[in-house]
Each structure stands twice: as C-alpha cells, then as structure tokens.
C-alpha cells in the first residue's frame, strides 16, 4: 500500500476502497455504471432536480421542493412525537440538520457506484417493494417479514444523530425508525445469541456494483447483540419525514450513531442472531483499517485519515471529533474493561 498524507483536503479524500482499488478495477467500474447513466438520466434529474430543499441556515426544516420518494414505496406512517425529556437528549441532537439534498447526493453505497453522487444516480434501479426480511439465526421465532409488516408493528420514531464517517466527515440527520430492539424482542433470541449480522441485498440487477470484486458481496455488518438492544441503535426507514431513498439505503438501514457510518448497513435483508462474531465486509477487505467495533474514537487514527477531527457537511471549519461520537454517557459503560484500542 502507497502511503499518503495523513489528513489530505477534503475534496482528495478518497472513499475507503478506492484506495486498495487498481486502476484495472476502476475502469472496469466505470465501465459497468457507463451503461446505467443513460439508462436512469431521467431519474437523474429528478434526483438533483427534485430535492432542492427549502432548509434554512441552520439546514433545519422539511426538506421542501418537489421531491418525490421512489414510486414502488408506499408513504410511511406518521412518526410518533420524540419523548420530551428533560436536559440532555440523547435521541434528538439540537445541532443544526444537514441539508436534505445533501444528505441524499453525497453518498457512500459501493453497490450503486463508488463516487459519492453515483449512489443517488443509480438508485432508480432499487425495487423497494415487495420487500422482506429474514430474522433467522438463533432465535425462538424465525420469520421472514414483509416490510410493511414491520411497518405496522413498531411505531416510528424521529432520531436525530451525528453521523461520523470514518473517512472524517459528517452529517447530522433526523432518521424515522424504529429501535431494532424492539423487534429483536420479538424475535426472541435463544440464550446462544450473542451477535446480530446484518446484510444487503445481493443482486447485481438492481445493485450493479456487485458485479465488480472491489469488496466481497453481498455487504455484511455485525453489532454485538448488547449494542445491537441499545435504544440509540435504529433501523432506519426514512429520514426528513420521508421514505429513505435507494442511495441512503432504502428500504431498510442500519443507524448506530456512536460507531463510523460505515457500520451501518444499507438496504437489509438479512437480520441473523449468532453465536459467533460475525465476519464483516470492512474488516475483512482491511483488517488493519476496519475493526469489527469501529466505535467513533478521535484518539485512535486510521492509517489514512486521522480522526481527532471532522468537516460536517456545510460547514467549512473542521470539528473536534467526540469520543463515541459525542454519545459517551450512553455507551461507554458497554466497552468497560475493554481496550479500545485493540478492539477497534
Ligand atoms: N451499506 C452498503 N450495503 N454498502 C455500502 O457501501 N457504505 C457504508 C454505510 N453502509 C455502505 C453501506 C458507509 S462507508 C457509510 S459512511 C454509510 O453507509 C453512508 O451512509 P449514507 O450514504 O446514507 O450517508
């Protein structure tokens, strides 16, 4: 591996696996989303066209102009109000909201491209519905579950979190979710269960970037089933008061706000209780650079990008980065007696 500058501008960030890509591999990348640009353009400019929003300064607000969420999802029930509580809310940051277009253009989903605005230009290809789950692995009761019947049994809730990309960015984004909890509950897990794995659909039709090799398909996370019951952790299924789109991860995301975003699992099909630590896409493309933990942790750099700080998207200085992403109190006691810097 070549080395670089240890914190490059951020217009040269390169996304995590460009950087172990060869240049044989990029071409033929290009090459295989070259066909899809004619064939979404006008999905294309729906996407940059439609989502302009109307978010203040402080990209607070409803996301406004004509944006319309993808046609095969139906609209999503009303979130129930976010409990008030009283000092510091975890559930709901009071740091001003990435802007809606923002959020859904400049993106990190290898399967729909591996720029950060190929992901919005390919999701036209994502069939959102019918969509299932399986929730398999060691649990009393095994099911494959429609989406809307998920839908239907846990009352959404807005969340709205940092999210801290390992590649030193980040956003602030109000989720509709629900907490995976709540249906790990359900689920009833077996006294073996001690992970959740998650994974993406695998289906190069709809997710053309399974057909390169730049990671092993189809997309794998894992969470220790303690921090898979935590209540920050969501499943995601919109964001703004809107159905996710493909190229955040529609229909059904990961959000784990104390880890990198890379830990969030886009467009699940796959819920599986285990005994044994799950081997996850990141950690075993580079295990030296992505951890199975991947807590937020300035104090502990990755080799190429350091990570005592961050650019929020919209603003122009740079952040200190907090421990945990800035959620210590809620999760910190979960890694007691472990050595972070090892496990990370
Ligand atoms: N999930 C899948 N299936 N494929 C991906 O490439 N990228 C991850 C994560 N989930 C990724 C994924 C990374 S690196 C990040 S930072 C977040 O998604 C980005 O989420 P966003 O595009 O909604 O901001």
Same mark, same amino acid.
């Given at each position: 591996?070549?080395?670089?500058?240890? %914190?490059?501008?951020?217009?040269?960030?390169?996304?995590?696996? =460009?950087? +172990? *890509?060869? /240049?044989?591999?990029? !071409?033929?990348?290009?090459?295989?989303?070259?066909?899809?640009?004619?064939?979404?353009?006008?999905?294309?400019?729906?996407?940059?066209?439609?989502?302009?929003?109307?978010?203040?300064?402080?990209?607070?607000?409803?996301?406004?102009?004509?944006?319309?969420?993808?046609?095969?999802?139906?609209?999503?029930?009303?979130?129930?109000?976010?409990?008030?509580?009283?000092?510091?809310?975890?559930?709901?940051?009071?740091?001003?909201?990435?802007?809606?277009?923002?959020?859904?253009?400049?993106?990190?989903?290898?399967?729909?491209?591996?720029?950060?605005?190929?992901?919005?230009?390919?999701?036209?290809?994502?069939?959102?519905?019918?969509?299932?789950?399986?929730c %398999?692995g060691e649990v009393?009761?095994?099911?494959?579950?429609? =989406?809307? +019947? *998920?839908? /239907?049994?846990?009352? !959404?809730?807005?969340?709205?979190?940092?999210?801290?990309?390992?590649?030193?960015?980040?956003?602030?984004?109000?989720?509709?979710g629900f907490p995976l909890a709540a249906l790990l509950r359900r689920l009833d897990p077996?006294?073996?269960a001690r992970y959740v794995q998650f994974t993406?659909?695998?289906?190069?039709?709809?997710?053309?970037?399974?057909?390169?090799?730049?990671?092993?398909?189809?997309?794998?996370e894992g969470l220790r089933i303690d921090e898979a019951m935590h209540p920050l952790t969501l499943l995601?299924?919109?964001?703004?008061?809107?159905?996710?789109?493909?190229?955040?991860?529609?229909?059904?995301?990961l959000v784990v706000p104390w880890k990198?975003?890379?830990k969030g699992c886009?467009?699940i099909?796959s819920i599986k209780l285990t005994e044994?630590q799950p081997?996850t896409?990141?950690?075993?493309?580079?295990?030296?650079?992505?951890?199975f933990y991947a807590n937020?942790?300035?104090?502990?750099?990755?080799?190429?990008?350091?990570?005592?700080?961050?650019?929020?998207?919209?603003?122009?200085?740079?952040?200190?980065?907090?421990?945990?992403?800035?959620?210590?109190?809620?999760v910190?006691?979960l890694?007691?007696?472990?050595?972070?810097?090892?496990?990370?």
């Amino acid at each position: 591996m070549s080395k670089l500058p240890k %914190e490059p501008p951020s217009h040269e960030i390169t996304p995590p696996a =460009l950087y +172990t *890509l060869r /240049r044989r591999e990029l !071409l033929k990348n290009a090459a295989l989303f070259a066909g899809t640009a004619s064939a979404v353009g006008g999905g294309l400019v729906w996407l940059t066209g439609g989502q302009a929003g109307v978010a203040d300064t402080a990209g607070r607000g409803a996301p406004g102009g004509s944006a319309a969420p993808p046609v095969d999802a139906p609209p999503l029930p009303e979130a129930a109000p976010t409990p008030v509580t009283s000092g510091r809310d975890p559930f709901v940051t009071d740091e001003a909201r990435t802007a809606y277009e923002d959020i859904v253009s400049y993106n990190n989903y290898y399967e729909l491209g591996l720029s950060k605005s190929e992901p919005a230009a390919n999701a036209g290809r994502l069939r959102l519905r019918p969509w299932s789950v399986a929730c %398999e692995g060691e649990v009393k009761k095994p099911e494959v579950i429609d =989406l809307d +019947t *998920l839908l /239907r049994w846990f009352p !959404l809730e807005e969340r709205v979190y940092r999210m801290r990309c390992v590649e030193a960015w980040s956003m602030v984004i109000p989720w509709l979710g629900f907490p995976l909890a709540a249906l790990l509950r359900r689920l009833d897990p077996t006294s073996r269960a001690r992970y959740v794995q998650f994974t993406t659909l695998l289906d190069p039709a709809q997710l053309p970037g399974q057909r390169s090799d730049v990671l092993d398909w189809p997309y794998v996370e894992g969470l220790r089933i303690d921090e898979a019951m935590h209540p920050l952790t969501l499943l995601a299924v919109g964001l703004y008061g809107k159905s996710l789109l493909g190229q955040n991860g529609a229909p059904l995301r990961l959000v784990v706000p104390w880890k990198y975003g890379f830990k969030g699992c886009k467009s699940i099909v796959s819920i599986k209780l285990t005994e044994r630590q799950p081997k996850t896409t990141w950690s075993q493309a580079a295990p030296d650079e992505y951890g199975f933990y991947a807590n937020v942790n300035p104090a502990v750099d990755h080799p190429r990008w350091s990570q005592a700080s961050e650019r929020r998207i919209g603003e122009l200085r740079r952040r200190r980065t907090l421990p945990f992403n800035g959620y210590a109190e809620e999760v910190a006691g979960l890694y007691s007696g472990m050595d972070l810097r090892e496990n990370f």
